[in-house]
Every structure is written in C-alpha cells, then in structure tokens.
C-alpha cells in the first residue's frame, strides 16, 4: 500500500461515522506489524489527541500481537533460552528493546566477574566472589523501596538501574554463574525466588540473591515452610526449569501492575501467561 494511500486511512481515524472508524482500524491492523513505522511518524505529524490516541492503540495492538507470536514460538523451541524468555517480558513494556543489548550487558557482568574468578576455588568460595563482584563492586540489590514496581520485572530496567526483585536479581546471577561454568539454578520457593548450587558431587546449598547472596542450608528452607506451615514439596529444594521462571515473572509483573491500578496490561499479561500455561496452576 502506498504511503498517500496509507495517510488518507488514517486521516479517517477521526471520522464521526463509528463503522467507518472500526473498518479503518481493522484494516490498519490487517497490515500487521510493517506499518508501525509509518505509524509512527503519522503520530509525530498529527495534532489531533483523538487520532493520537487511536494511533497509539493501533501500534501497540500490533506490538502485542506480535509479542505473542514470538513468545509462543520461544515456548516451542527445545531449550526456552532464558535471556529470551525475560527479553520476551520486557518488550511488552519496552517493545524497541533489542536482545543485543541485554546480552552486551551481561557480558561485561560475566567480564567483571570472571577477572577475580578462579575455577579452582571450593564451591563456597566461588559463590563468594560472584557476590563481591555483583553485590560489592557493580551495587547490585534489593528494590525493597518499590518492590511491586513494574520496572522490578524487566531485566533491562533492572541492568540499569541495579534494583530488582529476587526473581530478576536471581536471574542475572544465575546468567553470569552459569557463564562461568558454575552449577547454579533457581528454585520456585513460596513467596520467595532463590537460587541452588548443586554439583554432581551432591554439594549442594542455596543462595538469596535478594539479601546481596546470603548463602544458606536445605535445613533453613525447612524451617521456612514449616514457618508458612506448608506441606515440603521437591520443588521447594530442587532446580526449576526457564519455562518455570518466565511464568514466575509473568506472575510477578500480573500482580505489579494490579498494585498499581494498571488492570488492563495485567489483563494483556495474564493472556501472554497463558500462552505458556501448558495446563499448569498458575495462581492467576
């Protein structure tokens, strides 16, 4: 479709017939995702607030559609890479943000990290270092200020501004310990995301990366479920899967932006949840 052809659809966003306005729409839409940059500029140029706005909904219904075809796709690959999943996340808030980037910035993470790393050390004093350089050095730490923020879900806000929850914080440590060959992985605890070391010679302890890496014992977690008068279950001590910590930061980000009075992107979240449900309980 031509670029005259393009601005005369859009210039009847306005129009006073309701129908005319809802086939316009539709077929805007129709034109999928290739059209967000005419989109755009069309947005920069009209002074109207109500065609504004309309573009506005337009552009971001088609970021969302598109959202959900790339995350159903991310669900089928074999491994559900996990930097995937939670750039997946963050584009529903920031839909230009670029995998690249994040990548770019958990390589210099891994960088830092890796010039005092030393593969010999024992298990306790490896996890030691991976927390002098994140939690010391780079300022890493808890968002306990605003802790139902939105931004605490998005692993690009939470490179930058170095406050997250203990789901996204986990997450950047377990991506940087498993860069550097260590046994690291998340464990679905209630109320709380932390991390396991486990190795194949059956060490294994747990770690808070929400209280700057504070290492602690199965028999701590025991006395954490017996505290929340919980049934132990293996999840509660075992590694989870990617797939299990995406859904996780999709719950999170669903309750945010309830906290926040913002129901319907926690609608849009619960439907992009959905996708990767599978059938399971996911307490939404």
């Given at each position: 479709m031509k670029d005259t052809e393009l601005k005369a659809l859009v210039s009847l966003l306005d129009d006073e017939d309701v129908q005319i306005?809802?086939?316009?729409?539709?077929?805007?839409?129709?034109?999928?995702?290739a059209i967000?940059?005419?989109?755009?500029?069309?947005?920069?140029?009209n002074f109207n607030p109500q065609v504004q706005r309309k573009i506005e909904e337009l552009i971001h219904a088609l970021q969302y559609e598109l959202l959900k075809e790339r995350i159903k796709s991310w669900y089928e690959t074999p491994e559900q890479d996990l930097l995937t999943g939670m750039w997946l996340v963050a584009t529903y808030q920031y839909p230009d943000l670029e995998l690249i980037k994040l990548k770019q910035e958990l390589e210099q993470i891994y960088y830092e990290t890796w010039l005092e790393f030393k593969p010999d050390l024992y298990p306790f004093d490896q996890i030691k270092v991976v927390n002098s350089v994140l939690f010391n050095k780079l300022k890493f730490g808890a968002n306990t200020k605003n802790f139902h923020s939105p931004g605490n879900s998005m692993l690009n806000v939470v490179l930058e501004t170095r406050k997250g929850n203990p789901i996204t914080l986990c997450v950047i440590y377990l991506l940087v310990s498993q860069k550097l060959k260590l046994p690291v992985h998340g464990v679905?605890?209630?109320?709380?995301?932390?991390?396991?070391?486990?190795?194949?010679r059956h060490t294994q302890f747990y770690i808070n990366a929400f209280n700057k890496g504070l290492i602690f014992s199965r028999q701590d977690i025991e006395n954490y479920?017996?505290?929340?008068?919980?049934?132990?279950q293996t999840s509660f001590f075992e590694p989870c899967s990617n797939l299990e910590?995406?859904?996780?930061?999709?719950?999170?980000?669903?309750?945010?932006?309830d906290k926040m009075g913002e129901h319907a992107k926690a609608e849009e979240v619960k439907e992009l949840l959905l996708l990767i449900a599978d059938g399971a309980d996911l307490g939404v």
């Open positions: 306005v809802s086939h316009v729409e539709e077929k805007i839409r129709s034109l999928g995702t967000i940059p005419f989109l755009e500029q069309e947005w920069e140029s679905n605890l209630p109320n709380l995301f932390v991390l396991t070391y486990k190795d194949e479920i017996s505290e929340l008068h919980l049934t132990p910590i995406i859904r996780r930061v999709f719950r999170n980000l669903i309750m945010s932006f």
